[in-house]
């Protein structure tokens, strides 16, 4: 079945350090949606990609949209102590069923 | 605006019991989802709603889970009964339409515990 891979599972990183992670559909996909989740709480939505090749930019977050509509990357730069998270892709499919990567574990290095 | 609330917040069973987990959506939200998530995971949509019809439940294991939507305000997901593998956060989550346009806002989770 339709699969939207997240990598790496894990990222550890120095705070002030930049942090990527990926994601990658087997199929085109209608959109992208990223949440984030502190440890402890609930998924929060960030943000959503709708056009090929898309860009945008939160702060020190940046977001792009592939331009096969295939995959996408957020990167956060420079990162801090409130970063700290999970951060989820969820693409989202031609019948608006929403398809969840396995998300990527910030951790910041004491 | 109140965002989506879910109770109980923890609950702790046995195996082979039942267990009930209630969900209220945001006002005037169309849409609900239940999802189970694993520790470790991200979060399976195991029911969709829109309104109070089933929009897609193809990963809701129907020989021990069970979800209505009456009203099409808030539902009610159930399980019964429990085995030791469905430890994990139920989250509810709801948005304004199903379409490909709308974020959507969770609650804060049930944590459940088999043992």
């Known amino acids: 079945g339709q699969q939207v891979m997240q990598i790496p599972q894990y990222q550890h990183v120095q705070e002030g350090e930049d942090f990527t992670t990926y994601c990658n559909s087997s199929t085109t996909l209608s959109n992208i949606q990223w949440y984030k989740q502190r440890p402890g709480g609930h998924p929060v939505f960030l943000i959503q990609l709708v056009k090929s090749g898309e860009v945008k930019k939160q702060k020190r977050l940046t977001f792009q949209f592939g331009e096969a509509k295939k995959n996408s990357s957020l990167h956060i730069t420079a990162t801090q102590t409130t970063d700290v998270g999970t951060y989820f892709c969820a693409g989202r499919r031609s019948n608006y069923q929403l398809i969840w990567g396995a998300g990527t574990k910030l951790i910041i290095k004491p | 605006e109140a965002g989506v609330a879910q109770s109980p917040r923890y609950k702790i069973i046995e195996k082979r019991q039942s267990v009930a987990f209630w969900c209220n959506p945001i006002?005037?939200?169309?849409?609900l989802y239940w999802y189970q998530q694993i520790l470790g995971q991200g979060p399976k949509l195991l029911i969709q709603f829109q309104n109070n019809g089933v929009v897609d439940d193809s990963q809701l294991p129907k020989d021990r889970f069970s979800a209505e939507r009456l009203k099409g305000v808030d539902s009610t997901l159930k399980i019964q009964p429990a085995k030791l593998e469905d430890s994990a956060v139920y989250l509810c989550?709801?948005?304004?339409?199903?379409?490909?346009?709308?974020?959507?806002?969770f609650g804060p989770g049930t944590r459940l515990t088999v043992t």
């Open positions: 006002s005037g939200h169309a849409t």
């Open positions: 989550a709801s948005s304004l339409d199903p379409g490909p346009s709308y974020e959507q806002y």
